[in-house]
Structure formats: structure tokens, C-alpha cells
């Protein structure tokens, strides 16, 4: 929401999409519509790309020596994989500090684990096991809110007010609350 506050252009387009495609089928957003909303899903990949549920993956030691990008790293050695750095790159992505879902619309990445620009939830055996229920369960709340309000910000806050700041700590979590007006849509 933070992300989609601060964009509201993204904002329009993810709504536009979830009302027309739910005027059909009644008056909630189910797992079944969650298929046929594109953007919102790019919404999402962006969300998790510029604001992953954990910053840090778990750390790992090194079973045996390797070698990387012509470094030598010893067994034994801790490693940690800085998945919020990884998604900032800008050698991997374009106006990596942006906000931009459209990035996703053409793209087979995905934060499934196989595209290790976008990791998330980590990857392979010890990707996160929740990860399914996690993105089923923010597609839902989020398609939801979005088909049933419209957003506002309080009165007297303008867009560049809103503060992106996470804690700090092994998980993200806002700084600061962002607080909002809810108007039903209907």
C-alpha cells in the first residue's frame, strides 16, 4: 500500500484492473480471479522486490572451499545472501531504487527461486516453505482493499510525505505507520 500510495498512477491501473475484471463475478476477490489480474501481480513481484519480507536470508556455512568472482572462500566460512542489495543492483535492474510493476508484465521473473534477481523467500530446498500461503494470502488482503475502497491520505499529506523507512532488524517492518482514508468504492 505504501508503494501504491506513493505511485498513484500504479495505483489507478492495479484498481482498473481488479473492478473490471470482478464486475463479472460479484463482489469480492477470490483465488480464481487472482489468474486473470496481470498487473496486480507485477504489483506484488514489485513489493517483494523492493521491500522483501526479510532482508537477510538465513545464514549458510560453506561445506567446501569455493570460489567466487576470482575470491577464495574457505569451508566453514559463514555467507550471507543480502537479498535487499540484490534487488537494488543496478546492474541487474533498471531504475532499481523506482517503484515500477510494468517491469514484470513481459518477464518470466519470478520470486519462485529460479530467477536469482528476485529471491525473496530464498531458493531451492531451503527456500521458504510458507511461501505459497504467504503470496496467496497478499494477493487476496491486497486485491481485496484495493477492488473494495478507494485511498486517500489524510488531509494536509501529499505523496512525497510518505515515509518508505523499514526497521531495522532481520525481518522489514515500516518505521514509521502509514495511515490512510478508506472510502468504499461501491
Known sequence: ???LMKNPKAMKKVQE??????QKNGNIVNE???Q???YLKAVIKEAFRLYPPTPLLIPRELMMKSTLEGYEIQPKT????NVWAIARDPEIWENPEEFIPERFLNSDVDFKGQYFELIPFGAGRRGCPAMTLGVASVEL???NLLYSFDWKLPYGMKKEDIDTNAKPGITMHKKNDLCLIAKNYM
Open 36 to 38: 486473470n489480474l496481470p
Open 17 to 22: 484492473e481488479i473492478r473490471k475484471s470482478i
Open 1 to 3: 500500500m505504501t508503494a
Open 78 to 81: 559463514i555467507i550471507h545472501v
Open 32 to 34: 480464481n480471479d487472482i
Open 141 to 143: 488482503a491486497l486485491s
